[in-house]
């Protein structure tokens, strides 16, 4: 955990508005886009990425402050995510689905490989899209993905390569990889 | 090496990591063309992979969490300090009853049932002496009594004594006396108006005494 964040963390508890906007601004694009990624629905990212903030700022006083922040907060909204779809499951399917805005966008050459790499990212099991947005997307370390989602390195590092040859076999499938050539380092 | 290993080595030098073996690697990946081409596919995997879009921040995102952050902090607030004052009321409350129930129980209600007199070998335990607390207003109560009896019979002797009286008779009537009539009415209706405020906080006085005090035990009425 940085200093930043610790100081930020006990201005926040004691009620300092402008130190929880800070530490909004410093963690809304990881939880954001980690529920967007998750949720594959850009009215259910917001929601739930709120309600992430407001459960984070909720038990900060339970944080335990030897733990690195991030992983933290990102271990809170893997699972508010995951709570949520479960929810979701139950009630009428949602008809908005998927309004990807791009920030960045992607190199003309490679947009249709991006786009298909969406696709199978949301047909992945929820662990293995979990672990590979964290890792490929908001990029965190093994260590804190580990500690985020509360399993071993070990297995997260299985998760992770289960992931990408799924999402590998479905590009296969799709003819987007066939003619990839390998070349030795 | 074999397909296995080589995999497990392919994902530490994908993520970067330092390989123990790397000219085993190749070597492997040289001869294995499937090794080889899942290699391949791996890396454009994580090269695409970086180039994922980032998803756009909705607007005023940041100062929308801040403002429901801090109104969930205020409803929490509110929450916990009406949780306190009902807390704190109900306390006082549960506090009050025990007083007044303390205060207005009649205390013989208190005290333990009287055990019928079974005879038997024992001893009869010798009862113990009222508390100077207790015989104290008991006392108060007796002297008051008795005064309150000596008065009413000096009272009862004067009016005996007035009935018998004949010169009363002949005493003129205030109607009689035009000159005192205003001024004896007015006094007589001082002394009434005074009179009442007093025999009104005697009554309440009397019966606050006689709600307060114990009511005396079955032995000393006898006596």
Redesign the interface.
Known sequence: MSAEDAILVRRCLKGDEAAIQGLVERYQSDVFGLCMRLLHHRQDAEDVAQEVFLRVFRSLNRWDASRPFKPWVMGITVNRCRTWLTQRAKRPELVDYLHETASTRPADDSKELVQEIQAALHELRWEYRSVFVMYHERGLPYEDIADAIEKPVGTVKTWLHRARLVVLERLRRRGMLSEVEHELP | MNCLEC?ELL?N?LDGERITAPEAL?QH??DCATC???????A???????????????AN??????H???R??RH?QDKMRRRVFVTAALAAGILLMLLAAYRWIPRDLQQPPIVENRPSNRIPEKKALPTPQKNEPKNAFASFAERLADTTRDHAKVVQVAIHFDAVEKLPSVKEIPMLEPGVREASQEVTEGVRAVTHNARKAFDFFARELPTPELGEQKN
Do not use: I, N
């Open positions: 995999q994902q030098r190749d990946l040289s080889r081409q899942q290699h391949a596919g791996l454009r995997l994580l090269e695409c992979a970086k180039q994922l879009p980032t998803p756009k921040l909705p995102f940041a100062a929308q969490v801040v429901e952050v801090m969930d902090r929490r």
